[in-house]
């Protein structure tokens, strides 16, 4: 196994990630917490999808001291936006609405030139605001949510990102992240302009306020520097929340952008949709006789994964799915067209939205 915020490999052990990074479990407790304020939980938090986090705590306190939060998350914009990009967001979504919070989104195209061989400048900028249409079509709300590219807004970026800069070592560089002398400098800086809008809007308001930054896990290094550095700079440390991965549509591992085989993005027409569906590994057997006889294996299908994750949100019906798998009553074939027309009618509203954010995109986004 291994995760970095630039590769993840081999079969995720959640439990050892917890150990390994020093994060604290999300607990029955902590959601209930959670609950008392919302009146609900959303599936990803019920599920465990959402599965551990940092001073979450803390930010609870603050928030029923009278102190709200501000939502922090991003993106690397390396290629067009897939559905598993779409799980952190989604909670965020939740999140902003439930505690009518601002939401500050991060695309960092700088990120993704300086660590991307082959990505020039200008594709991971028309990147970022391909991806920036997805974010809006989720519906965040205007005038509390803002989306800018590091390159776009680097004027208010900059002065903040070199007073962290300063506070880290490259020994401590090298051991979070793995620098190497062959690195290029601009890796070694970058950490520090994604700590920023961890304290952004701090500065802007001249008061502390609280943040909470939903991630996928393979980003929690950054900010184990940023808690780190941001006391020292008046700062309070950011709380976040960590998601698994969703898991590709070949055999084990994440979904990944660099092969499309694997994952479907919110921009496949219906047809890729079908074909990569059909394509997929699953936890069947290899006839349908044996099916039906010793029935499948949910628990490695990421067919199964993609209704665990994201098509099918009611429980009931989820343990269903699961059963008639196990059981050898529900055929592969069947349950992969059930998810194409799922997937196919999700995509096709959110397309929709996404050729409306267009029009609005300007309202959403950030430049210095
Ligand atoms: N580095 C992240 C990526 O490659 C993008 C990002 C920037 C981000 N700021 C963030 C992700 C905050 C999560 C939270 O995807």
């Known amino acids: ?73 991003g993106r690397g914009p390396s290629g067009y936006t897939h559905l598993g990009h779409l799980i952190p967001w989604i909670l965020t979504k939740w999140l ?43 519906g965040f709300k205007r005038g509390k949510t803002f989306i800018f590219t590091d390159t776009d807004y680097s004027g208010e970026l900059y002065p903040q990102a070199i007073k962290v800069a300063k506070k880290i070592t490259f020994s401590t560089a090298k051991a ?12 070694i800086f970058f950490t520090s302009m994604q700590s920023v809008p961890a304290f952004l809007p701090s500065v802007k308001k001249g008061k502390n306020i609280p943040c909470l930054i939903p991630l996928a896990i393979d980003q929690d290094p950054h900010f184990r520097v940023a808690r780190d ?11 976040i929340i960590h998601s698994k991965f969703m898991p590709s549509l070949s055999e084990g591992g994440k979904m990944s952008a660099s092969d499309p085989q694997s994952c479907i993005f919110t921009t496949d027409t219906p047809g890729e949709v079908e074909r ?36 099918e949100q009611d429980d009931k019906k989820l343990k269903e799915i699961y059963n008639s798998c196990r059981s050898g009553n529900r055929t592969c074939g069947e349950c992969k067209r059930e998810l194409i027309d799922r997937i196919n009618s999700f995509l096709k509203k959110h397309q929709e939205r996404r050729e409306k954010a267009k029009k609005v995109l300007d309202k959403f986004i950030l430049k210095s």
């Not at 550095?229 to 709380?239: E, H, I, M, R, T």
Request: proline content about 3%; some cysteine; overall charge neutral.
């Open 1 to 73: 196994m291994k995760v970095t915020p630039w590769e993840v490999e081999g079969k995720i052990d959640y439990d050892r990630l917890i150990k390994e990074f020093g994060t604290k479990p999300i607990t029955s407790k902590i959601l209930k917490r959670i609950e008392k304020h919302t009146g609900e939980l959303h599936y990803l938090l019920r599920r465990g999808i959402f599965f551990c986090h940092r001073d979450l705590d803390w930010l609870l306190d603050k928030y029923e001291n009278g102190e709200s939060f501000y939502l922090y998350t």
């Open 96 to 138: 902003q609405d439930k505690f009518d919070a601002e939401l500050w989104f991060q695309l960092t195209d700088d990120e993704k030139f300086l660590f991307n061989q082959k990505l020039d400048i200008e594709d991971a900028k028309k990147y970022a605001y391909e991806n920036a249409l997805d974010i809006i079509a989720l």
């Open 176 to 187: 979070v992240f793995g620098f190497k002398n062959e690195s290029n400098i601009g890796q």
């Open 229 to 239: 550095v941001l006391p020292k700079l008046g700062f309070y440390k950011p709380a």
């Open 276 to 311: 990569k569906i059909w394509n997929a590994f699953t936890g069947g057997r290899g006839s349908l006789k044996e099916q039906k006889e010793k029935g499948g294996n949910p628990d490695i299908c990421p067919i199964y994964q993609y209704y665990y994750f994201l098509f």
